[in-house]
C-alpha cells in the first residue's frame, strides 16, 4: 500500500532527526540547587557555563550512547531501505517495506532499551533534598523516537502485507 510507505517517510525521518538531536545535546539531566544550574547529557556535563566531558563515564551512560547509536544507525538503515522500497525490485518475500518494517521495529528495541536503562538508573539519583533533579528535552526526544521508529516499522509493515493494484506498470 502506497499511502502507508508515504506515510513511513516523514514518520521515519522525524525519529532519526529526534534521535541524533539526543544523542548530542547535553540536556538528559538538569541539576537545579543553590549554587546553581547544572545540565548532563551522554557525552558531557555543564554548571555555569562550563562544560566538560567526565574522565570516565557511568557504565550505565556506556550501555545508553551503545544502544541509541545502534537504535540510530538502524533508523537510518530503515530510511534508506525505504526510500529503495519506491524502486521497482522483484524481491519476492524480502521486499523493500519488509525489510524496512524488521530494521525500524530493531532500532526501536535499540532505543527503548537505551532510554530504559537511562531512566532505571538515573531514577532516584539525587540524594541531597536542596537539589531537584529533572529529565529534560533530550531525554524526551530520545521516548519520542521509540514510538515514531514502532511506527515505521508498523506502517512498513502494513505496506508490505496489502499488495499492490494491478495497473499500468504491470502490463
Known amino acids: 500500500m502506497l499511502l502507508c510507505r508515504i506515510l513511513s ?7 532519526i532527526i529526534a534521535l541524533f538531536i539526543a544523542l548530542t ?7 537545579y540547587g543553590p ?4 545540565h548532563s547529557g551522554l557525552w558531557q556535563e555543564c554548571m555555569g557555563g562550563n562544560c566538560w566531558t567526565p574522565t ?3 557504565e550505565y551512560i556506556l ?4 544502544f541509541l547509536i545502534l537504535g540510530s544507525l538502524a533508523a537510518l538503515a530503515s530510511v534508506i ?5 519506491f524502486m521497482p525490485c522483484d524481491c519476492g518475500f524480502l521486499g523493500g517495506a519488509f ?4 530494521v525500524a521495529v530493531t532500532g526501536a528495541l535499540f532505543t527503548l532499551v537505551g532510554v530504559v536503562v537511562f531512566t532505571a538508573e538515573s531514577w532516584g539519583k539525587n540524594r541531597d533534598p536542596q537539589i531537584q533533579l529533572t529529565y529534560e528535552w533530550s531525554f524526551y526526544l530520545a521516548w519520542v523516537a521509540f514510538p515514531m521508529m514502532l511506527l515505521t516499522g508498523i506502517f512498513s509493515f ?4 496489502c499488495p499492490s493494484r494491478p495497473g499500468y506498470e504491470n502490463v
Open 25 to 31: 545535546t547535553d540536556y538528559w539531566l538538569v541539576a
Open 56 to 58: 570516565k563515564a557511568n
Open 63 to 66: 550501555a545508553t550512547r551503545a
Open 99 to 102: 525489510v524496512t518494517s524488521i
Open 35 to 38: 549554587a546553581g544550574i547544572a
Open 9 to 15: 517517510i516523514p514518520v521515519a525521518s522525524i525519529s
Open 158 to 161: 502494513v505496506a508490505h502485507l
Open 81 to 85: 531501505s525505504l526510500t529503495a522500497s
